[in-house]
């Protein structure tokens, strides 16, 4: 079966009318107690039209757990009224809706008086500062703000959930020995770093149901040669399998080490690798802006969906144009 940017496709038992997504882009437009506002409803709407999926912007489970102070969070029920008319918007598109939950972990920027919370004590740069080891009981605490921003998500009538365990956020951080040193059952070994993210998968899971789709925006590869590499990676979505219904591949963020060769489609080779380890279906994202491109990887089968990022921020009908719906000059 051929398969084109055009075809339709499926996260658990979800149908998306073809294979492109809005990538999850911060707007930093919410608002102090971090509500999304008419902003993001004429936003989120103004771009939904020609993608089978919109995934709404890193979105904090926790108000210490912000990225930054002017993110949106689902960390409190005020929070859902508002983005349920982001989603209507979407909706009113006929595309679906994904919310991005996310926690910054030692990369977060918290309120004077709120903790930067880690696995372990050590700073991503100076900037963000050194951060407290998480206790037992704060990990506790975490896992059931993920629980309950998954019930919220449902409620606001998101389609799904996409878990934020990319870019060097609180998910990832755990994953990495590059910031996760913990000696307890979080920690120590491939093993001990997975656990905190199969506890949040699970919460998540056992909150919204079976049919509910989940997935997990991860980087590919930290760059950093005390980091994780791709297999490592691989290794982690197999044992996450059960739990969730996507993988979206991104790669590095958990050190200031940046990739050396940044090139369109450059993370196409990771969401490759972790197609052929796992029957999961695959977001590749980065760069993947050319319409030959695009049809390419898609027609090959070295990826399922494509995400779009920045080229829906300066033009919102861009994904239209590489589905050849307006005259492109588009390559
Ligand atoms: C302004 C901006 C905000 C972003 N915010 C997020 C975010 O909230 N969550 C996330 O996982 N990635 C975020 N990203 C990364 C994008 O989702 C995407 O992976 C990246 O832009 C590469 O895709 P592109 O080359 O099509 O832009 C952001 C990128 C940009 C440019």
Not at 10 to 28: G, T
Not at 41 to 48: D, I, L, P, T
Not at 84 to 90: G, L, R
Not at 164 to 184: E, I
């Amino acid at each position: 079966m051929t398969v084109s940017l055009h075809s339709p496709g499926q996260i658990n038992k979800l149908q998306l009318k073809n294979r492109l997504i809005l990538a999850p882009m911060q707007q930093h437009r919410g608002t102090p107690e971090g509500h999304a506002t008419d902003y993001h409803v004429q936003h989120y709407g103004r771009r939904a039209a020609d993608v089978g999926l919109v995934i709404i912007e890193s979105t904090a489970v926790s108000p210490e757990g912000r990225l930054y102070q002017d993110d949106i969070g689902i960390y409190s029920d005020s929070h859902i009224k508002p983005l349920s008319e982001v989603v209507k918007a979407i909706h009113a598109q006929d595309a679906r809706a994904f919310i991005q939950l996310s926690h910054g972990g030692r990369k977060s920027k918290p309120l004077p008086g709120e903790r930067l919370l880690a696995p372990s004590s050590i700073a991503f740069n100076d900037e963000y500062g050194l951060p407290f080891a998480a206790s037992e009981a704060e990990l506790e605490v975490l896992i059931d703000r993920y629980r309950r921003a998954a019930l919220r998500s449902q409620e606001a009538g998101f389609d799904g959930i996409e878990l934020h365990a990319a870019h060097g956020y609180l998910l990832h951080q755990f994953l990495s020995p590059v910031a996760n040193r913990r000696t307890d059952a979080y920690g120590g070994s491939a093993k001990g770093r997975l656990q905190f993210v199969l506890r949040v998968a699970t919460a998540v899971r056992e909150a919204v149901g079976p049919d509910y789709p989940v997935q997990i925006r991860v980087s590919a590869s930290d760059y950093d040669p005390a980091g994780l590499i791709p297999l490592q990676i691989a290794d982690i979505v197999s044992q996450l399998e059960p739990l969730i219904d996507a993988v979206h591949v991104s790669s590095g963020g958990i050190t200031p080490i940046r990739p050396l060769d940044v090139h369109p489609g450059y993370q196409i080779p990771y969401a490759a690798l972790l197609k052929s380890n796992t029957a999961l279906p695959i977001i590749a994202v980065g760069g993947i802006h050319g319409k030959a491109l695009a049809e390419r990887v898609v027609a090959e089968q070295l990826t399922d969906f494509i995400a779009i990022g920045r080229p829906m921020l300066e033009e919102p009908d861009f994904a239209g144009r590489l589905l050849g719906k307006q005259p492109s000059s588009i390559q």
